[in-house]
T-cell receptor, first 113, second 115 residues
Framework: DQQVKQNSPSLSVQEGRISILNCDYTNSMFDYFLWYKKYPAEGPTFLIS?????DKNEDGRFTVFLNKSAKHLSLHIVPSQPGDSAVYFC????????????FGTGTSLTVIP | DTEVTQTPKHLVMGMTNKKSLKCEQHMGHRAMYWYKQKAKKPPELMFVYSYEKLSINESVPSRFSPECPNSSLLNLHLHALQPEDSALYLC??????????????FGPGTRLTVL
């Protein structure tokens, strides 16, 4: 049972434009959400997180939006750079899930120079 | 400093071998995790240690045996593995562990190939 879903397996964006990566979840008990970036054969690198008490969190070029009623979060990267090309995983967690992370299936982002 | 280190980076082993993967963190984190990741798939949780005690074992075969000698170290002992166990093995740590939501920081992984 996939509780966290990323329905777009891949995304291509022109350098300098906005990249929007989407993530949906089904468990209303999740209260903490994260985005990780992963290069091939490397471990995921933490990018940004958001608590369910917020609807937006910014860190430089990265902004995460949370819509609790829709059980949807998105990651915006502005402006996109070629070095952003990687696989992006969203993850969800909650006190009720014992801090266990549930990962989405990933979206492969390609930023075209 | 959010560094988690893992050794070795690559490991090739036969089905009769015994080997160990090592993970270390010096961030004072009290929870450590082992994940397995296959290509184009999300990481799958294998084990969670919270305050040096095994708190979650996600029905992993006994040919994988975790060990947490102290709060900074995590080992994964491997014995009689199968070729389908070939994957990237990731270690992660987080500050507080079970029951509290916090961020997990991942190591670079060990690429395991079982012949």
């Amino acid at each position: 049972d996939q509780q966290v879903k990323q329905n777009s397996p891949s995304l291509s964006v022109q350098e300098g434009r906005i990249s929007i990566l989407n993530c949906d979840y089904t468990n209303s008990m999740f209260d903490y959400f994260l985005w990780y970036k992963k290069y091939p054969a490397e471990g995921p690198t933490f990018l940004i997180s958001i608590s369910s008490i917020k609807d937006k969190n910014e860190d430089g070029r990265f902004t995460v939006f949370l819509n609790k009623s829709a059980k949807h979060l998105s990651l915006h990267i502005v402006p996109s750079q070629p070095g952003d090309s990687a696989v992006y995983f969203c993850a969800a967690s909650g006190r009720a899930t014992g801090n266990q992370f549930y990962f989405g299936t990933g979206t492969s982002l390609t930023v075209i120079p | 400093d959010t560094e988690v280190t893992q050794t070795p980076k690559h490991l090739v082993m036969g089905m009769t071998n015994k080997k160990s993967l090592k993970c270390e963190q010096h961030m004072g984190h009290r929870a450590m995790y082992w994940y397995k990741q296959k290509a184009k798939k999300p990481p799958e949780l294998m084990f969670v240690y919270s305050y040096e005690k095994l708190s979650i074992n996600e029905s992993v075969p006994s040919r994988f045996s975790p060990e947490c000698p102290n709060s900074s170290l995590l080992n994964l002992h491997l014995h009689a593995l199968q070729p389908e166990d070939s994957a990237l093995y990731l270690c992660a740590s987080s500050q507080r562990g079970q029951g509290i939501t916090d961020t997990q920081y991942f190591g670079p992984g060990t690429r395991l190939t079982v012949l």
